[in-house]
C-alpha cells in the first residue's frame, strides 16, 4: 500500500510558477516510477510528466515540456512538479500516482496502481 498526498497548488497570474509535491508514504518509495496527471473540468484525466524510479528518465506531455520540470527525492520519498510559464489552460486538478515500474517510465494511467487526491492549480489570465 501506497499512499500520495499533494501540495502546492494555488492560485496564479499566466506566466507565474507553482512548485507542486507529492508525498508518499507506505511501501518502498523508490520501487515506483511517479507520475503527475492532470484533469481539468469536464475534460478526461490527462498525462502530463513522469518520472523513473531512479530518476534517469522522464516523459513530459508536449503541452508541457519546456515549461514544467518533473523531479524526485527518495531520501524523503517525494516527487515534485516545477511549473514555469503558467497557462491559463493549465488549470486543472493535478495529481501524483506510483507505478510498479522496475525499469523506465510510462504515459498509461492503467499502469499507475496508487493515487493522491490531487491539488487545484488555477491560472488566471
Known amino acids: 500500500q501506497v499512499q500520495l498526498v499533494e501540495s502546492g497548488g494555488g492560485l496564479v497570474q499566466a506566466g507565474g510558477s507553482l512548485r507542486l509535491s507529492c508525498a508518499a508514504s507506505?511501501?518502498?518509495?523508490?520501487?515506483?516510477?511517479m507520475g503527475w496527471f492532470r484533469q481539468a473540468p469536464g475534460k478526461e484525466r490527462e498525462f502530463v510528466a513522469t518520472?523513473?524510479?531512479?530518476?534517469?528518465?522522464?516523459d513530459y506531455a508536449d503541452s508541457v515540456k519546456g515549461r514544467f520540470t518533473i523531479s524526485r527525492d527518495n531520501a524523503k520519498n517525494t516527487v515534485y512538479l516545477q511549473m514555469n510559464s503558467l497557462k491559463p489552460q493549465d488549470t486543472a486538478v493535478y495529481l501524483c500516482a506510483s507505478a510498479p515500474l522496475r525499469a523506465g517510465v510510462t504515459r498509461e494511467s492503467y499502469v499507475y496502481t496508487y493515487w493522491g487526491q490531487g491539488t487545484q492549480v488555477t491560472v488566471s489570465s
Open positions: 518520472i523513473s524510479w531512479s530518476g534517469g528518465s522522464k
Open positions: 507506505g511501501r518502498t518509495f523508490s520501487s515506483y516510477a
